[in-house]
Structures are given as C-alpha cells and as structure tokens.
C-alpha cells in the first residue's frame, strides 16, 4: 500500500515561514521523482515544485527564490521550506509521487497552509 502522508502546515504571517513534510511510504523511494501542489479556493491544483530521484528541481515562478524543495532518502521524506511567504500562498498543499510505469500519480492527503495578518 502507497502512502503519502504531510504534515506541518498552519497559519503563519506574511513574512513568515513553515515547513512541510512528506513522509513515503509502499514504493522504493529513493528511484521515484516527488513534487508538491497546492489548491486554492476556486482554482485548480498547480505545482509548485519538483525534486527528481537524482536531485534536481524545479519550482513554480511564484515561489522561485522563496521555497526550497529538498528529500532525505534515509527517512524516506520529502520537504518543502516555505519562506517569506504571502498571502497569495494560502493553499492546501499536496505531496505527489508520479509513477511513470503505471502512468498514476499517487498523493497525500494535503496539508492547509494559511498566510494572513
């Protein structure tokens, strides 16, 4: 059984920072790329960034600069450092794991992150 499990969102003010994590668990983790999105109210998921099993990412212009995407292979954990975060990264925010062999995408339950004064 795949599961994804996040944690670690909360209200948090502008400015301000949190981390999430990913905790995998069902696959061999170290082989799979990780990414997490996030939904809004009234729009559609989107991605925000991307770790492959190699190391190399890719971020969401929005957040370029600001998030940092990381994993610990040994703790089977994918993070994401949030930082000077606004407003408008108010979100629920997903944990992702592709599987290409399977062409199915397996996810986390979400984690709501909100930034407000």
């Known amino acids: 059984q795949v599961q994804l499990v996040e944690s670690g969102g909360g209200l948090v003010q502008p400015g301000g920072s949190l981390r999430l994590s990913c905790v995998v668990s069902?696959?061999?983790?170290?082989?799979?790329?990780m990414g997490w999105y996030r939904q809004a109210p009234g729009k559609q998921r989107e991605m925000v960034a991307t770790?492959?099993?190699?190391?190399?990412?890719v971020y969401e212009d929005s957040v370029k600069g600001r998030f940092t995407i990381s994993r610990d292979n040994t703790k089977y954990t994918v993070y994401l450092q949030m930082d000077n975060l606004k407003p408008e990264d108010t979100a629920v925010y997903y944990c992702?794991?592709?599987?290409?062999?399977?062409?199915?995408?397996?996810w986390g339950q979400g984690t709501q992150v909100t930034v407000s004064s």
């Open positions: 069902g696959v061999i983790f170290s082989i799979y790329d």
């Open positions: 992702n794991a592709p599987d290409y062999y399977r062409d199915y995408n397996y």
């Open positions: 770790i492959t099993s190699g190391g190399s990412t």
